[in-house]
């Protein structure tokens, strides 16, 4: 066994929306319950000039798409971003996995070195694959579900560390 | 460049406990512009059954000094959990960022197939050193600082997500 970039990136990628998938249907089945309003948990925030739920689960959704495309040198899949419910970001997540189910080692390994430019906050930043998968992509992909996650904790729903860690 | 275990542990530790540093630095000089008893923002918390500020800094900083004790085949360093102040917390982080600039990528590299045995809500678990890193480590270590930043941010706190990911 030895690490490489494929078994660092796609199916931890895979492993975490899924882990995300389960922790949003805790919080419909929460929703139903309380007789709670979903749109309200899919738009709480954690402050005011934060994103709320939706925006969370969709920019930890590019965050990987974007980097599979990236390493393996593919289109970046474009989404309308225009989910308003639980529903519509669990199929965002599915056409995520699928996405990156379609993309193979082979694709990605030997992409350490290749130069990634993204524009973020209106400037362009270079990276090399590796970095940008280590020091770019996956505090950000943790971010969005671990920001997802507190939302929904702070509002109530029934979730724990294990939901958001997957099963062992 | 080919990614390597240690390339994609203890550099990237590293990194993130100096970001964690600086966001607790920002949350000092928040508490003193406005006023606020520092205390109140260390034992802060999202929810009334999550951890305060001060737990999560430990948990991430356990995480780190966990994993690289235990990949490198070392003992892993006890700390007494008695953190109570921002500074403490700094000193917490800094004594663990020494601890991991101890480890070097011989004793680290080739730990992938290292039986891991940890204990966990009173069950043992046992992981490879990869999945462990991968699916244990470093999903808490972004867990547990992203809370603190949400945990701060929710509280005012002028943070960014540019303080979470570091300068590039």
Chains 1, 2 share one sequence.
Do not use: W
């Not at 080692?105 to 973020?120: C, D, F, M, P, Y």
């Amino acid at each position: 066994m030895s690490l490489n970039l494929y078994e660092a990136s796609i199916p931890v990628f895979v492993r975490m929306l899924g882990n995300l998938s389960s922790i949003l249907d805790k919080a419909v089945i929460y929703a139903e319950t309380k007789n709670i309003d979903p749109a309200i948990l899919v738009n709480a925030r954690l402050a005011p000039d934060m994103y709320p739920l939706s925006r969370q689960v969709q920019i930890a959704t590019d965050m990987v798409k974007g980097c599979a495309a990236r390493l393996a040198g593919v289109d970046v899949p474009s989404y309308e971003d225009n989910e308003a419910t639980f529903a519509d970001l669990q199929a965002r997540i599915a056409k995520t996995v699928a996405f990156l189910q379609s993309v193979s080692a082979e694709q990605i390994n030997g992409s350490e070195g290749r130069t990634v430019t993204l524009k973020l906050r209106g400037r362009e930043i270079q990276f090399l694959g590796q970095p940008y998968l280590l020091d770019f992509v996956l505090p950000n992909l943790y971010f969005h579900v671990t920001t997802t996650y507190a939302i929904l904790r702070h509002n109530g729903v029934e979730i724990g560390k294990m939901d958001y860690l997957g099963a062992y």
